[in-house]
């Protein structure tokens, strides 16, 4: 009895082996990236565009050649927006051999921090987690790549001001999804508020966020504010513009935070008809005219097949391409720095931080990735609502350096 | 698990109160033992083994919510809020005070294991669909006050990082780690679930689930074991929060939503209420199914759908699919997969004479 289930044992543990061990097939030249998505979950409104915009200019990169040699393949997991399935989809990703997650949501960044530091891969969280991961020596492998909820809130303030001709004295209103993303802002836009002599008031809409008609109302009629400030997600911010019609609030004295900002809210809320004047903050450029977007069209149209209509929203898409961008540019770096080689994703998080002068004909902004500044910069546009579709209000630009640098400073 | 009755030839009272009375049973959970300590850790992928460590945190987690709504017929949507207080308590004990995981991990239960029995007091009082609210709005309270008090959750972004557990000066970081870490609680917690529900108060619990006035006509104390049930099942709960907290190594309040006190309520259900081997049927079901679509999608999707579509489709034909499986295994069998694997098990029994 006992040599049998010796022989039972020996057998099972050698076949583990084997099985264990023939994991990992041999990659020769191809660099794979780890891409999170949510199509089906709490914000699927933004995957449904943004995760092909991604493949696309990934396709877009291969169909070019690859980068220095190397194709690039990107495994998207789809995690429901739920952070156990994130973490399944990491532990994937991680046996696929990837050398750079493109995480995506702010739970899901948190929850893998920790991780992907253990493990040495680089993460990137553009327009979303924590805004304390801008400092590299803090949070060597979290890379937010593009403004985080600190920048935005600068810019929102900054671009207030300068509507407004001047912030002394004036009333602000800071509308906001009542959640740990929504309520990240609220430290530096204190700060500001006192430095610049501004009065500031929130106002926290519930999840799910699609009843905010007392908020408003608020806002508009009772607080009478000079200014809103709002940052809204999923479904809320097209609540957000209706409601502001509907009691007369004028649409040009608002200013979105990235997630409020794309054509399906303008859509939801009733038209661009509807929504013309309201502001929002981009980290990507937006619109259907730039060069890489026609890059993307010629492929398609040398496959002999339609470009795909996630295209059209083109705030989503854009970011896509921007994120998948700044993915390859690292890698770029990284693989120049070793020719023929193999990179991990020590390599890559390198790669990042000389990510410089790249800007994709204006889609992109002016980064500057350092070992010590994984935001890049913190760039963002505003553009606002006018005759049917999203124009250019300002260029590049980022606000108050010194008071994100204090508090950075002082994040844990 | 798997055992065969032939006749009551016990002799002595240790015979009669043996958690497994036959030595095949014995032989089985052995077996088990050492496939999940030994064989498995050792020749699979750290993947795979970071899939078993979800199903290890989800049996802690079904476990409790069975013995209240399962074993007591109390009914509670609110463990996904329990988990939380549970998470952070010992995210702040293992933050503030330096505290190592062996304090944390029981003082986290603890602390779930009072509030779980304050919100359980309107059980007293109401029982089923009204219950149910009664603990919903406990999920939506917990929710709302660890969302705003600064305090409780370590500021705005509402998430504490927590260092790696350790033990014996070494940390338990990578997923084989975690794993020995995490199935060592899974199993202590079925131990204790199978000896809590063949004791005295296990079976107070029944009673009160199957009649609670007849229950208290023969002299159980309905007061006290609805709110024992409350604790116990909130305690598990807890631990589960905190065991989330150290695999994840962060303890944040979104993890802990509404949604994951449904999907614990649907294991149970799946699984098998009113029973520990349905728990862990449960657990396993609700946490593999959807990563077992995404693989087999991923390798027959291609031959359906061109490239660019199957990435769009895998998902939502995921969750179509998990609807679907989870109405198929109800109708099949209502009382859970546990009652399928004790008619398998009966068919065999007889096989290949049966009647």
């Not at chain 1, 023939?22 to 990659?27: K, L, S």
């Not at chain 2, 065969?4 to 089985?28: F, H, N, Q, S």
């Not at chain 2, 917690?189 to 006509?217: K, P, Q, W």
Request: aromatic share 12%; net charge positive.
């Amino acid at each position: 009895m006992r040599r049998c289930l010796a022989i039972v044992f020996g057998l099972l543990i050698a076949a583990g082996a084997t099985f264990g061990v023939a994991g990992p097939a041999a990659a020769q030249k191809e660099v794979v990236i780890g891409l999170q998505c949510d199509r089906t979950g709490a914000t699927q409104t933004v995957g449904v565009y943004l995760c092909p915009g991604y493949h696309d200019y990934i396709k877009l990169v291969n169909f070019k050649g690859g980068v220095e040699g190397y194709k690039i393949k990107a495994i998207e997991i789809d995690h429901e927006y739920k952070v156990p399935q994130g973490m399944e989809a990491y532990e994937r990703h991680k046996k696929e051999g990837a050398v750079l997650i493109s995480l995506y949501g702010t739970p899901h960044t948190q929850a893998l921090t920790a991780k992907l530091t253990e493990d040495r891969i680089p993460g990137t969280s553009p327009g979303f987690g924590s805004a304390a991961a801008t400092d590299g020596t803090k949070y060597p492998y979290i890379f937010p790549i593009a403004a985080t909820y600190w920048s935005q809130g600068t810019a929102a303030v900054e671009f207030a001001g300068k509507q407004m001709g001047g912030l002394k004295g004036k009333k602000i209103a800071y509308l906001f999804y009542d959640n740990p993303a929504g309520r990240e802002p609220l430290p530096i836009l204190e700060d500001l508020a006192a430095k610049e002599g501004f009065e500031l008031k929130t106002f926290a809409v519930p999840p799910p966020g699609i009843e905010m008609g007392a908020q408003v109302l608020d806002i508009a009629q009772r607080y009478r504010a000079d200014f809103v400030i709002a940052h809204l997600f999923g479904r809320s911010p097209s609540v957000s513009i209706k409601e502001l019609k509907r009691i007369g609030y004028p649409l040009r004295k608002v200013v979105s935070f990235v997630w409020g900002a794309s054509e399906a809210d303008i859509e939801a809320a009733g038209g661009f008809s509807v929504a013309e004047g309201y502001n929002a903050i981009q980290f990507a450029g937006v619109g259907p005219d730039f060069p890489v977007l026609n890059e993307i069209r010629d492929m398609y149209k040398k496959e002999g097949k339609e470009p795909p209509k996630e295209m059209a929203s083109t705030v989503f898409y854009n970011r896509g391409v921007l994120i998948a961008a700044i993915h390859v540019e690292a890698i770029r770096n990284a693989l120049k720095a070793k020719p023929g080689g193999t990179i991990t994703g020590v390599d890559v998080k390198a790669g990042f931080e000389r990510i410089k002068g790249f800007s994709l004909g204006g889609l992109v902004p002016p980064l500057e990735i350092t070992a010590t500044d994984h935001e890049g910069g913190g760039w963002v546009q505003v553009y606002t609502v006018k005759g049917g579709k999203f124009v250019k209000a300002t260029d590049w630009f980022k606000s108050y350096p010194d008071v994100l640098a204090k508090h950075i400073k002082a994040a844990k | 698990m798997i055992h065969r009755e032939c006749g009551v030839l016990k002799t002595t009272y240790e015979a009669d109160m043996a958690l497994y009375p036959l030595p095949i049973a014995r032989w089985t959970v052995a077996v088990i033992a050492v496939l999940m300590f030994l064989i498995l850790p050792l020749s699979v992928e750290e993947y795979y083994l970071s899939i078993v460590n979800l199903v290890s945190i989800a049996v802690v987690g079904a476990l409790g919510l069975n013995i209240l709504v399962g074993y007591t017929g109390q009914i509670s949507i609110g463990h996904g809020a329990f988990m939380s207080v549970g998470a952070y308590t010992a995210a702040n004990l293992a933050v503030r005070l330096g505290l190592p995981f062996w304090v944390a991990l029981p003082a986290g239960g603890l602390m779930a294991a009072l509030v779980g029995a304050v919100v359980g007091i309107p059980s007293l009082r109401i029982k089923g669909l009204y219950l149910a609210i009664a603990t919903l709005a406990g999920q939506l309270i917990i929710e709302w006050t660890i969302n705003h008090v600064t305090w409780i959750s370590g500021g705005v972004q509402a998430s504490i990082n927590v260092p790696r557990p350790r033990l014996f000066g070494y940390p338990i970081a990578t997923q084989r780690q975690m794993y020995f870490f995490l199935l060592v609680f899974a199993a202590v917690a079925i131990l204790a679930t199978m000896n809590l529900v063949r004791s005295r108060i296990g079976r107070a619990f029944i009673a009160i689930r199957d009649h609670d006035i007849a229950a208290e006509i023969i002299g159980i104390n309905i007061f006290r074991y609805k709110l024992l049930a409350f604790a116990i099942s909130s305690f598990y709960a807890g631990v589960t929060g905190v065991l989330y907290t150290y695999y994840l190594g962060v303890a944040n309040y979104e993890q802990f939503q509404i949604t994951v006190s449904i999907d614990y309520l649907a294991m149970i259900i799946i699984g098998g209420l009113g029973s520990v081997l349905g728990s862990i049927f449960g657990a396993i079901f609700v946490t593999l199914l959807p990563i077992v679509i995404r693989l087999t999608m991923e390798s027959f999707g291609g031959l359906l759908f061109s490239s660019g579509a199957v990435l769009n489709i895998i998902p939502n034909l995921r969750l179509i699919l998990f609807g679907m499986l989870i109405i198929f295994f109800l109708v099949v069998e209502p009382e859970g997969l546990n009652r399928l694997w004790r008619n398998i098990r009966n068919y065999f029994r007889i096989w290949p004479f049966a009647y």
